[in-house]
């Protein structure tokens, strides 16, 4: 048992270097889970971590609500609740992530070699009816299971710090699970490669990119997810991140592109 | 209107990543000689006997810190760090101290105070008025002392 003292903060990363949460509750970026671990922990440590994120697309709105634990820089415990709103059809899709991540080796800022955690993310429809009505072989939950490597370079970019991320998933989910899981076109896992890299402006500016490999289990043409990203890190309690996202084709609907909205609290 | 903002963010984000040296080159280059290392550019002794004076601050007005100073002879780790960080960044100089595992023998020093102590450094750096660039070069340096110092 540990005892919290009164201004109990989790510090003992440098600022800038803990990453985020992503739209799963993972930490990572905004749409790829990272190898780092949410929140400022360090190896006696342990940080509580809340983010609210908001996706306006074209035809639809995500909206994500999420919470985790990380535990001595070496298991996160996350949950994230996300509400995904149909306009059209006056419907909303409601999914919960149960997410687990461990690091397996590496410091993402000083060891020589990238550090390297694997995940898995449960993954629960609360209504399938829509995944069922577009073919989802799944209408209730599935799971993904992911292996990711990050690495913060010191000074390589004229100065700047650089951070990059490989992450391979293997899924069935449709748009992350929203859909169902597998379909008509595709029952089985397949491995989809995510990436990241950003630049630290300051300790306090990060500016990045990110993809999304996705799989096209139902036939509807869903596409890979990518984005830009803005990060604005005052303290080691609170971020904010802006994004430019582009997530393709959603059930249907083309081109379905929007902003990112993201507010991270982190003890 | 938008599909033109979007291009225009895309190739920046690009030239950054991709051509992001030649980007920041023009700075780099501008600011004289981009071949000189980190002491140089850092502006030699004065600069780092700034910045180490300015640490040892730091570690005084920092209680979870200042305690592993506090029986330390601060003349010598004045003159240890300073020889130390002229040598990692290139300069003149030859360090004459002991390792970074006798020093930090049997201190028990954590992951978290280690980290801390960064910040204390990059404090020092900044009040030394240090770019944040050339922070993160003279970071890049010490890191590889950080296996030997913690946990031992």
Sequence with gaps: MFILPAAYCADGKLIGTAGLMQVEGAGGGGIVPWATLAGYDSQDEVSFNAVSTRVELDDYRLSVLAASISIYDRLEISIAQQLFDVPSLSTQIEQQVVGLKYRLFGDVVYSNYPQVSVGWQHKTLKDGAIASALGAEDNQSGNDIYVAATKVHLGVLAGFNAVWNVTARATKANQMGLLGFGGDNNTSYQIMLEGSAGILLSRHIALGVEFRQKPNNLGLGEEHWRDLFVSYIPSKSFSMTLAWTDLGSIAGAPDQKGFYLSLQGSL | ?152
Excluded: W
Aim: hydrophobic fraction near 40%.
């Design chain 2, 1 to 152: 209107m938008h599909y033109q903002l979007r291009l225009l963010m895309i190739i920046g984000i690009i030239s950054i990543f991709l051509g992001g040296c030649s980007l920041f080159a023009t700075s780099s280059a501008s600011s004289s000689n981009s071949s000189a290392s980190i002491y140089e550019q850092l502006g030699g002794a004065n600069k780092i006997e700034e910045i180490v004076d300015n640490f040892i601050t730091e570690i005084e007005f920092n209680p979870e810190i200042f305690p592993y100073f506090e029986k330390s002879d601060v003349s010598r780790f004045r003159e240890k760090l300073i020889e130390h960080l002229c040598m990692l960044s290139n300069g003149p100089c030859e360090y004459t101290g002991d390792t970074m595992v006798q020093v930090h023998g049997g201190m028990g020093i954590t992951e978290r105070e280690f980290n801390l102590t960064v910040d204390l450094f990059i404090n020092a750096m900044t009040k030394a008025n240090v770019s944040h660039s050339l922070q993160n070069k003279v970071i890049a340096t010490m890191t590889h002392t950080r296996e030997d110092i913690i946990y031992q």
